[in-house]
């Protein structure tokens, strides 16, 4: 297997695009941008995209969309990059960070049950690798209890779960355009929702809460010029070149999928024979579009694996060191195992390198 790092794929015509784009009128807030949600909403089986300048907006805009206020408690996972929780905390957000489960490290439902009380305001799932989360149980367990479920699908656009696209399982869904992601526009990501008015906040909170649609104006006695800021927000556009590239790529996500399968494969077969390595359990009920390929060792053998690995030329990161165990989330009081229940020390301290698919070639 000819080992190469993990490296987005460009080619000419997404570079053609974006080309014919760079003279055009509108730079941004263009019909290139509309063009690329409603391209989105096919790929994610959902009514509403809006599409955003970078993952983290995109989770910032919608913990906006679902009224995330200080004080208000957010359940998510430690398995995960830091932007799932720190962009709550942005809001004035309270983690709560639930257990993993060991084979897949995504959220486990029943840490979920036992953190929900009436300040819980979001469960907030990580298809952790491109594997989609146990998003039936998160949603019923949402469902009765009234709060909403986020999915973080920075990992795993492309992937289904029991058949159904990611983007259209939880209430609303946060997706990343990152160059490691599964496509890119350099930065960029997208909210997806079938919820109308989730959808209307999250694009007032994307262009400063300003309002210029005369159905929702408060005064509507001014003329054409009139505009109104309604509500905080910030600027998180997607200029309309990004959205041409985010355009193309999509028309290339088959073509993703099929080689990051062949890769994945690759790996299967070229590290089954390696001891100590425990490689990503297959589970029917998802067909995911690796992100991550997932290998969990003994932290006695980390470090030589890690540098085996790359030495190899393979791109290995230890995807995630968890966040309640970073320094400011250690100086605000959590410790490592901290609202985790006492089996996940043990699993926390076991879950650790994972190596990056190779993406397409060049
Ligand atoms: C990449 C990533 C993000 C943040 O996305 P950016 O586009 O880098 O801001 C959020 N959550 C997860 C799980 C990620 O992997």
């Not at 490691?180 to 079938?194: D, R, S, W």
């Not at 509500?231 to 080689?259: E, H, T, V, W």
């Not at 067909?287 to 003994?298: A, E, G, K, N």
Request: hydrophobic residues 40%.
């Amino acid at each position: 297997m000819k080992n190469i790092p993990g490296h987005q794929s460009v080619n000419l015509s997404d570079v053609f695009l974006v080309a014919r784009g760079v003279q055009s009128e509108w730079m941004t807030m263009g019909a290139a941008e509309e063009k690329f949600e409603r391209d989105f909403c096919k790929i994610a089986g959902s009514t509403y995209a809006i599409a955003l300048s970078s993952g983290s907006a995109v989770l910032h805009c919608a913990y906006a969309a679902i009224r995330i206020e200080p004080g208000d408690q957010v359940i998510t996972a430690p398995l995960t990059f830091a932007a799932t929780a720190t962009t709550a905390m942005n809001l004035g957000g309270v983690i709560l960070f639930a257990d993993v489960r060991p084979d897949t490290g995504n959220i486990d439902p029943k840490s979920v049950e036992a953190l929900i009380s009436p300040r819980r305001k979001a469960i907030v799932s990580v298809d952790y690798a491109g594997r989609p989360a146990d998003m039936d149980e998160l949603m019923a367990l949402g469902k009765k209890h009234g709060i909403p479920v986020l999915d973080d699908a920075a990992h795993s656009l492309g992937s289904l779960y029991k058949g159904r696209q990611v983007g259209s399982l939880g209430d609303i869904t946060a997706l990343s355009f990152f160059p490691t992601k599964n496509i890119t526009t350099g930065e960029g990501g997208a909210v997806v929702t079938n919820n109308r008015d989730f959808a209307r906040k999250a694009r007032l909170f994307r262009s400063h809460g300003m309002v210029r649609d005369k159905e929702f104006l408060h005064n509507t006695s001014e003329g054409p010029w009139h505009q109104e800021i309604q509500s905080l927000g910030l600027n998180y556009r997607m200029p309309d070149l990004l959205a041409r590239l985010g355009s193309s790529q999509l028309q290339r996500l088959p073509i993703f999928q099929k080689k990051r399968k062949q890769v994945f494969l690759g790996y299967k077969e070229h590290l089954s024979h390696v001891p100590n390595l425990m490689l990503p359990v297959h589970h029917p009920e998802s067909d995911p579009m690796w992100h991550l390929h997932l290998l969990r060792v003994d932290p006695l053998i980390r470090r030589a694996v890690f540098e085996d690995l790359r030495a190899a030329g393979i791109g290995v990161q230890v995807n995630y060191i968890p966040v309640n165990s970073q320094p400011y989330f250690r100086e605000l009081g959590f410790t490592p195992d901290s609202t985790l229940t006492p089996e996940s020390i043990i699993k926390e301290k076991f879950l650790c390198p994972c190596s990056q698919t190779s993406v397409p070639g060049r």
